[in-house]
């Protein structure tokens, strides 16, 4: 209002305070004193008080953090010194117990529900635990509200049938308003009598609804508490239903599915996931960390694509960092977050940022070896303690990622000991242990020991066969014929052109990769060119056979009318593995 004015009403609350005698000041968020109210010229509200402060005539409290004492308070020396400063710290699991209980009563008075022991002990458990960037009692407290309004919220809605009981009201209502425009008066009659009939039964069963659970005091337990932590952070950890539990235990069988060929891995994967989902890994390392070490194209990112498929519902839900984009020094700051006064501060790291947004996730550092080794020191500390700070000094928190890395270190030799065509059984066991041993030789020599030595497990994938080599090519047929449904066709592959695709997709140095390559040449680019013609329309089923003797066998393609052949896409193969053969010989 004008120059001065600050002071002035600053000045009447002092004076009041000293007059009274008996009132003790409390000053929250005190650093804000220093400067406040400082024109050019006039003095701020700190140098106001210090006068006071020293004659003993403000019994004062204040409170401020430990940044923020640092940032103001000590460039002041003659205010801090009128100050006893005491550290409040956090206070431990019990005590964050007791406060709790202090303050059952007023929120059970608010939401008008009943809280548990049970509830007061998880939710301190549980903040303590999962929430890393509070503190408690803050947290604890806040979960102890937020269960509280959920059970008020989930008591006050009306059961499904209530509403149920509404639609039904409306519908005869209309139709009773059209038989009386229409003059069908009897009709309408029948309908008054029904919507009588609906609105009474309405009325009993609100009065039942209201008379029921209304009366009875809701109950807030831990199981309430671990459902609105789950909500808040993504971490499942309220109990496992029966639904949960039977897909965890076949969680091979589901992974199999889409990763053909590496049972080692998978079982190593569904261990790790089973045994955080149980509650019986260790709380202060990661659900799990994985080398995937192996050939390229045998499924080292699939299988990681397909987990987080499998925890999620959502292949996006896979954190991965490409890591050959990290193999200059100064692309570390990057991962973690710029140091302060470079380019990038404000915005935090690829990888932190992600993880204090998603905190149980699946975390996948794709050729790891590709990598600066410097990046590899601030992975010691994620896969021993499970936790990083980033360039502002927030502590993420890994306690809830699956870690997983792959490298195809020490498989550039494969080829050497190949036969042509498909080995024998004898020699693919004789090669896979070669090559294993030929795997851990070279990481060895380009991991430091104390990076290996905090890695759960390191997987070597297996080189695939003439049967996986079939199976994926069901797979990859099964996404063509997806693409093919868009367009009211289909596709069917005798097995001997899968045999044969198999054949000339094959390579034992380049896993699958090269499959997909052959699909694209020798089945899609033909597919294109004749729907195109005109020779493949929309209702046509595309039997692809094969023609010639010896080296110069080819595809053959003709289109059939659906309704010639028995309903059953490749997916159902594809899905169910090596089941029945569906497909039609040519």
């Known amino acids: 209002r004008y120059r001065g004015d600050f002071e002035e009403r600053l000045k009447k609350v002092l004076k009041e305070i000293r007059t009274r005698g008996d009132i003790i000041l409390f000053i929250d968020e005190l650093h804000t004193l220093v400067g406040a109210g400082a024109a050019e010229g006039a003095i701020d509200a700190a140098s106001i008080l210090k006068p006071m402060l020293a004659r003993g005539e403000l019994q004062t409290i204040g409170a401020t953090t430990l940044d923020e004492y640092r940032k103001h308070l000590e460039k002041d020396a003659a205010l801090e010194r009128r100050f006893q400063p005491i550290q409040v710290a956090e206070p431990s699991l019990p005590h964050t117990i007791e406060i709790l209980k202090?303050?059952?009563?007023?929120?059970?008075?608010?939401?008008?529900?009943?809280?548990?022991?049970?509830?007061?002990?998880?939710?301190?458990?549980?903040?303590?635990?999962?929430?890393?960037?509070?503190?408690?009692?803050?947290?604890?407290?806040?979960?102890?509200?937020?269960?509280?309004?959920?059970?008020?919220?989930?008591?006050?809605?009306?059961?499904?049938?209530?509403?149920?009981?509404?639609?039904?009201?409306?519908?005869?209502?209309?139709?009773?308003?059209?038989?009386?425009?229409?003059?069908?008066?009897?009709?309408?009659?029948?309908?008054?009598d029904k919507e009588k009939q609906l609105l009474a039964a309405k009325a009993k069963r609100e009065k039942e609804w209201k008379a029921g659970d209304m009366d009875v005091v809701a109950e807030v337990d831990g199981e309430l508490i671990a459902e609105v932590l789950a909500t808040a952070t993504g971490i499942p950890v309220f109990k496992l239903t029966e639904e949960e539990s039977s897909r965890l235990l076949r969680m091979e069988d589901e992974l199999h599915k889409r990763v053909i060929g590496q049972k080692d891995a998978i079982k190593a994967l569904s261990q790790a996931i089973r045994r955080t989902r149980a509650g019986l890994k260790d709380p202060k390392r990661p659900g799990g960390s994985f080398i995937f070490a192996g050939p390229s194209g045998v499924g080292k990112t699939e299988l990681s694509k397909t987990l987080a498929e499998f925890l999620f519902g959502d292949e996006d839900a896979l954190i991965s960092l490409d890591m050959s984009e990290f193999s200059e020094k100064h692309t570390v700051s990057r991962l973690f977050g710029s140091p302060?006064?470079?380019?990038?501060?404000?915005?935090?790291?690829?990888?932190?940022?992600?993880?204090?947004?998603?905190?149980?996730?699946?975390?996948?550092?794709?050729?790891?070896?590709?990598?600066?080794?410097?990046?590899f020191n601030s992975l010691l500390q994620i896969l021993e303690d499970g936790r990083l700070t980033d360039s502002q000094g927030r502590v993420v928190d890994f306690k809830n990622t699956v870690i997983i890395m792959t490298t195809n270190l020490g498989t550039r030799d494969i080829s050497k000991g190949f036969n042509l065509g498909f080995a024998a059984q004898g020699d693919v066991k004789t090669n896979y242990e070669r090559m294993k041993v030929k795997v851990n030789e070279e990481l060895k020599q380009h991991f430091r020991p104390e990076f290996l030595n905090r890695v759960d497990d390191t997987v070597v994938f297996h080189q695939l066969t003439e049967e996986d080599i079939i199976q994926i090519v069901d797979l990859m047929l099964a996404k063509v014929d997806e693409r093919l449904k868009d367009r009211d066709m289909g596709i069917e592959l005798s097995s001997e052109a899968k045999s044969l695709l198999a054949k000339k997709g094959y390579d034992p140095v380049m896993g699958a990769r090269p499959l997909r390559r052959t699909i694209q040449r020798e089945i899609e680019d033909v597919l294109s060119e004749k729907i195109l013609f005109g020779e493949l329309r929309p209702g046509h089923i595309v039997v692809v056979g094969v023609e010639g003797e010896g080296d110069d066998k080819k595809f053959s393609f003709r289109g059939e009318e659906k309704s010639a052949l028995p309903d059953v896409p490749p997916i159902e193969q594809a899905a169910g593995g090596a089941g029945p053969n569906l497909s039609k010989d040519a």
């Not at 303050?103 to 009943?114: K, W």
């Not at 009386?180 to 309908?191: G, N, R, T």
């Not at 790291?349 to 905190?359: A, S, Y």
């Open 340 to 375: 302060p006064g470079y380019v990038g501060y404000e915005e935090g790291g690829q990888l932190t940022e992600k993880v204090r947004r998603k905190p149980f996730s699946v975390v996948l550092f794709d050729e790891v070896e590709k990598a600066h080794p410097d990046i």
């Open 102 to 192: 202090g303050l059952r009563d007023r929120y059970e008075a608010h939401h008008r529900v009943s809280i548990t022991d049970e509830a007061l002990v998880q939710a301190a458990t549980l903040a303590d635990r999962y929430i890393s960037d509070r503190f408690l009692p803050d947290k604890a407290i806040d979960l102890i509200d937020e269960a509280g309004s959920r059970m008020r919220i989930r008591r006050m809605t009306a059961p499904p049938d209530l509403r149920e009981f509404d639609e039904k009201i409306a519908g005869v209502r209309r139709d009773k308003e059209s038989a009386i425009d229409s003059q069908d008066f009897e009709k309408a009659a029948s309908l008054r």
